[in-house]
């Protein structure tokens, strides 16, 4: 998974960044051919028979997507502790229906109340869901300084000691599961007031080794815990800071970047980004040569009143409208390449807020359907095509996994193949 898109990055290049400085009316007019130039592959099958000869001529061909290339998903921290069971029948099918990634808790004060007791149980029921459903997953975070465990040693060097211990710990223990990890979360501003006040040990652990010295020892010890693991670096920061004070000096002895993605936060509380400013973010991060996952994604459907947050009619169409348009403009940039939404349901959701594609019951929002209409049905293939003399079929579709099926009235045959542009898109599949 650590392949540089080689393809996404020459597109870039050429085109330049001049070219890429695009006014709203092209972000908006121009999404549709940038996602079939980006997001879509031209492949040529050659399909056999069990015995490996080429099919006949004008034979019925049903080519079925079952999985985006493209990693669509959200943190997935109510499975297992819905309000009742009709809710977490509920969440769980409309999680695996609509998504297939998720991000799964590591929060250090929660995850390990107490020393040496880490809630490992938790994780395996998530990693259980997600596997039966092909769902990729995320840990996250391993290293972040929002709260100090409570047993946390006063002694900066030895809270920094278990902090990267912590991490080799977590990556070896759930290899094989979770391969991508958010290793360090928001460190560009570290030390800003909330953080030091509930988290003053590893605060202080931060500013004795050095801000950039510890992001590259955490960087440095979940390469060596598992070296095939996405390692992301993570932050709410979309400005120089980020960039100056992080991704530039998060880098070897050979100035070569530790880091595999650009993790980029974008809740969005306060306000819609709109068009200029969420191209214009990923325009100025694609510059690293990194893949960009938009980590944290909030867009809410109500207001906030005296009495708390609330999602109401018209809200929900707007949050429809605004997340439909950002979701298309993240997935017509050759630099983006995952997308996770924070929260799945308003059910105790972060801040109390309306942000999730579920209300409060677990009855989806209108945000779920436009979504749905685009991840499982406009950026979706399913189509049929006919074999030609040679015994094969040509046809044009979204990056991903699929099923080919043929019926020929006395039995089923098929087969399952990945369009990927790394691994060529002419190839030949025996049918069973």
Known sequence: MRTVRIFVYVLYAITG??????????????????????????????????AGKPLPANVEVRIEQTRHKFLFGSNIFKLNRCRSTEDEKAYRRQF?????????????WN??????????????????????????????????????????PDDPTKAMELQLSRIDRCIRRFDGSIDIWDVV???????????????????????????????????????KANPDAVLVINDYRTDPEYADKVLSELVDQNGKPMYDVIGIQSHMHGGYWGAKKTWEVCEYFAR??????????????????????????????????????FYTILFSHPAVEAITWWDFSDQNAWQGAPAGFLRDDM??????????????????????????????????G?????????????????????????SGTSRELRLN
């Open 17 to 50: 960044p001049s070219a890429w400085a695009l006014t709203t009316e092209e972000i908006l007019n121009g999404a549709d051919k940038r996602i079939d130039a980006v997001r879509k592959a031209d492949a040529t099958l050659t399909l056999m028979d069990a």
């Open 96 to 108: 695996a229906e609509l998504l297939n990634y998720a991000t799964l808790p590591f929060y250090w």
């Open 111 to 152: 995850y390990t109340p107490r020393p040496d007791e880490p809630d490992d149980a938790r994780t395996e029921g998530i990693i259980a869901f997600c596997k039966e459903k092909r769902i990729t997953m995320k840990g996250h975070p391993l290293a972040w300084n929002w709260a100090d465990p409570r047993w946390l």
């Open 185 to 223: 979360n928001e460190a560009t501003h570290y030390d800003r007031p909330g953080p030091k006040e509930r988290s003053p040990k590893l605060t202080r652990a931060i500013a004795q080794m050095g801000v950039g010295e510890y992001v590259r020892q955490a960087f440095q010890t979940a390469r």
């Open 288 to 325: 690293f040569n990194k893949p960009l996952h938009f980590t944290e994604v909030t867009v809410v459907s109500g207001p906030r009143t005296e009495m708390g947050w609330k999602t109401m009619p018209e809200g929900e169409a707007r949050q429809a409208r605004q997340v439909a348009e």
């Open 363 to 396: 009855s989806p929002k209108p945000v779920y359907e436009e979504l749905h209409k685009r991840i499982k049905g406009q950026w979706w293939t399913k189509t049929t095509e006919r074999t030609n003399s040679d015994g094969q079929i040509k046809f044009r």
């Open 398 to 422: 979204f990056l991903g996994d699929y099923n080919i099926i043929v019926d020929d009235g006395m039995r089923i045959l098929q087969t399952t193949f990945s369009l990927d542009r790394q």
